[in-house]
């Protein structure tokens, strides 16, 4: 694949480029997910259904992990590859990828230990149990090649290699997609079955993965750099706003479980319809969810690398065309579920199951209540995961907690314990909290951009001097000077272009230069201070002496 230029290409191209991919990888990862649950909901019923629900919290402890590194090892890659720092990106990079085996390895020993009071923590029923025992032992054997193919994959992501990433996943999906009938049904082994599907197709995406290590293309790496380092704690620290998204995501399913069984027992569709349902329209969301994550996670390598380059411009561009297409999307999928919420839910279910009647009328409910404008999520998504490509993880990590643990979990207490509003006063907390979320980010959002306002001067002090010189009856005289450190060349030079009313740049070329080669002010300065004989190591200083060739044939 042909090398992207992230600080000079066109941003619809490199949005195209990586967000696209991205999208898919994020919607193949729900895509394992939602086949088996479309597959063992045909296969065994309602309770099987909510075997799977009540397994998935597990599924979202392991994505948190791996986008605690992967996310934070990706935009760690792309700021310092944008700040021109190579050798700590090796360091670094090659450290996390030993961390991410450890960690994962270690996770699948505890899951699997502590898997019964695991699924008894997440609200499965009696009736539930024994089904999702089945289910989530597998499950937990196949952990760490979750684990490390999604860290890894996103770690691909940022290396340059979009499509790589996507048709590493795109491989174990398909073969999961057709084990899954084959086990469930030709088999008969029910949930297992599923379970065992998901899990080998999870081993072939690792396996692609791996083998990308010694082929990334960002930095050389040696077998020292895979020591595990400092460089770890960066990392998490820029991971851990996607962390704690997905963990907040796992304590409101938690806690979804835990209310839905315990407040369906005093309704007519008891505790299995709810959680069941849940657990699908939760499949489905994390499509509109994957969209979401997939655009802004595919911006970031973009966003990181330009803003470490001080190109706030770009960063600006980028911004704005994320937003407009995640509200895009988010408009899309909150009108295909209050308008069709039968015809979506159907295909989880058949209608010759006994509880099939009070299933459909609790899952429409849902989706006009509980999902009633779930589309204001994507300002939320997008702000988080923007705020943290720009490296302001205290306010990106604010920003995951806002809607599921500040406004969603209170909210649903006071109005289905306090005020009694029962399984209704659940559903209803969802649209209040999505809209004051919605309000907040807001501010967040326009107080980051604000930011970003004010520093980008670079881009006008150009177009200024450039329509000046075009202007300028004075646009043939070009004066050079040369003079020897110290010797007070600037100050002459500052007063003879006072004198002849033409313009003066000495320092000012820096910041022209920067803006046209996508290099950040620091490193370009760092390079013009050198000494001529010294040789360079990679080829910045190319593409610096030709933008500023062609800033100063501009304001010549």
Avoid: W
Wanted: aromatic share 10%; glycine share 8%.
């Amino acid at each position: 694949m042909k090398k992207l230029d992230l600080g000079r290409d066109n941003i619809n191209k490199l949005l195209l480029s990586f967000a696209i991919p991205c999208v898919i990888s994020m919607l193949i990862n729900s895509v394992y997910n939602i086949v088996d649950q479309i597959f063992i909901g045909k296969g065994v019923g309602t309770v099987g259904n909510a075997a799977t629900n009540v397994i998935f919290p597990l599924v979202l402890i392991y994505g948190a992990i791996a986008s605690l590194i992967g996310n934070g090892t990706s935009a760690n890659l792309s700021l310092k590859l944008g700040e021109g720092k190579k050798d700590e990106t090796s360091k670094s990079l090659g450290s996390s990828i030993t961390i991410t085996m450890i960690i994962a390895i270690i996770i699948g020993i505890i899951s699997y230990i502590f898997l019964p009071q695991l699924i008894k923590a997440f609200g499965s029923t009696k009736t539930v149990y024994p089904y999702a025992i089945r289910y989530g032992r597998l499950i937990a054997i196949g952990s760490p090649f979750v684990i490390i193919y999604t860290a890894l994959s996103n770690i691909i992501r940022a290396d340059n290699s979009p499509k790589y990433s996507m048709l590493m996943l795109v491989i174990g999906a398909i073969v999961n997609i057709i084990l899954d009938p084959i086990f469930i049904f030709t088999f008969n082994m029910g949930v297992e079955g599923g379970a065992l599907a998901t899990v080998i197709g999870q081993a072939v995406s690792m396996i692609i993965a791996l083998l990308y290590i010694p082929k990334i293309k960002s930095v050389k790496l040696s077998k020292k750099d895979f020591i595990p380092n400092k460089s770890i704690f960066r990392i998490i620290g820029l991971g851990l706003s996607s962390f704690i998204t997905q963990m907040t995501v796992l304590v409101l399913f938690v806690f979804m479980n835990n209310m839905l069984t315990r407040l369906g027992t005093d309704t007519k569709f008891g505790a299995d319809i709810p959680l069941s349902v849940y657990g699908i329209i939760s499949k489905v969301n994390s499509l509109y969810i994957a969209a979401i994550l997939g655009i802004a996670i595919g911006s970031q390598p973009i966003i990181g690398f330009n803003y470490g380059a001080g190109n706030e411009i770009r960063v600006k561009e980028v911004l704005k065309k994320v937003l407009i297409i995640n509200f895009a999307i988010g408009v899309i999928f909150n009108l295909l579920l209050i308008i069709f919420p039968e015809q979506i839910i159907s295909v989880f279910i058949t209608k010759e199951d006994a509880n099939y009647k009070l299933f459909m009328e609790f899952a429409v409910l849902v989706c006009h209540s509980f999902m009633l404008v779930m589309g204001l999520n994507a300002l939320e998504i997008t702000t988080s995961i923007v705020v943290q490509s720009l490296g302001n993880i205290v306010k990106a990590t604010l920003v995951s907690f806002i809607r599921q643990i500040i406004l969603f979990i209170p909210l649903a207490c006071f109005l289905s314990l306090v005020l009694k509003k029962g399984l209704n006063g659940v559903l209803y907390a969802g649209p209040i909290a999505d809209f004051i979320c919605f309000i907040i980010c807001i501010f967040i959002f326009k107080s980051e951009y604000g930011k970003l306002t004010n520093k980008d001067t670079v881009a006008k002090e150009y177009k200024e001097e450039v329509n000046y010189n075009k202007k300028s009856k004075r646009n043939n005289i070009v004066i050079a000077i040369s003079r020897e450190y110290g010797s007070g060349g600037r100050y002459v030079g500052k007063l003879l272009a006072e004198e002849l009313k033409i313009n003066f740049y000495d320092k000012e070329l820096i910041s022209l230069s920067a803006k046209e080669s996508g290099l950040s002010k620091e490193y370009i300065k760092k390079i013009d201070e050198k000494n001529s004989s010294i040789k360079f190591e990679n080829n910045n200083d190319d593409r610096l002496f030709i933008a500023e060739t062609k800033v100063i044939k501009s304001l010549a």
